[in-house]
Structure formats: structure tokens, C-alpha cells
């Protein structure tokens, strides 16, 4: 059974930088996802990367400040997070999913089997 495993989190000013890690070892799985969670709002996806490396998804709330990447030997997959906006706040969890499908984008929280307890981001202005 995998247990991802957050880190990272913490206070960062707007328009900074933070990158979040989630460690997943064990098996199998051929997907990890990010996802976030506001007070008060439903959990929403962030993007999602293939085992490989070869297929990585953003969503587009968030397309061209969050980077999604992996380092394979080290089972660890990244979210490195650039311009950082109030709205950004929430908690942020990452997830391992067993769907072998390569092509396939993992945007439901549904798709996913085991999830880490989530680390808090917050966003000073």
C-alpha cells in the first residue's frame, strides 16, 4: 500500500516561490496527483503526472506559475509553486493512483487510491 507523504508547506509571500514534495513509496501506482483544498471549498485538482515523467497535466486555474515534475529514482514527484496569489491558500494534497491508463489526465479526486494528509500553504499579501 502507498502512503504519500507531503512537505513543504508553510507562509509564503505573494508573488514568491515554494515547491511542495510528496514522497510515494511503495506500489503500484502510475499516477501522482495534486490536488487543493480552501476553506470552505471542495477539493480541487492542480495537474497530475505519469510514473514515467513522460505525460504531466496542469490545470489551467493554474497553468504557467505551477510546475509539476518527478525525481523517479527518489519516488518523489514536485510541485514547484512561482507568483504566489492570496487565492492560493488552502491545503495541498498529493495522491497516487493505480489507473495504468498513460494517456489519461486523473482530474476526478475519485481516480485516486491513497492520499497524503495534505501540508497548509498560506499566502501573505
Known amino acids: 500500500q502507498v502512503q504519500p507523504v507531503e512537505s513543504g508547506g508553510g507562509l509564503v509571500q505573494a508573488g514568491g516561490s515554494l515547491r511542495l514534495s510528496c514522497g510515494a513509496s511503495?506500489?503500484?501506482?502510475?499516477?501522482v496527483g495534486w490536488f487543493r483544498q480552501a476553506p470552505g471549498n471542495e477539493r480541487e485538482f492542480v495537474g497530475d503526472i505519469s510514473v514515467s515523467g513522460g505525460r504531466i497535466y496542469t490545470a489551467d486555474s493554474v497553468k504557467g506559475r505551477f510546475t509539476i515534475s518527478r525525481d523517479r529514482a527518489k519516488n518523489t514527484v514536485f510541485l514547484q509553486m512561482n507568483e504566489w496569489k492570496p487565492e492560493d491558500t488552502a491545503i495541498y494534497y498529493c495522491?497516487?493512483?493505480?489507473?495504468?491508463?498513460?494517456?489519461?489526465?486523473?482530474?476526478?479526486?475519485?481516480?485516486?487510491?491513497?492520499w497524503g494528509q495534505g501540508t497548509q500553504v498560506t499566502v501573505s499579501s
Open positions: 495522491a497516487t493512483s493505480r489507473d495504468p491508463s498513460y494517456r489519461k489526465v486523473h482530474i476526478s479526486a475519485l481516480e485516486y487510491d491513497s
Open positions: 511503495g506500489g503500484p501506482y502510475y499516477a
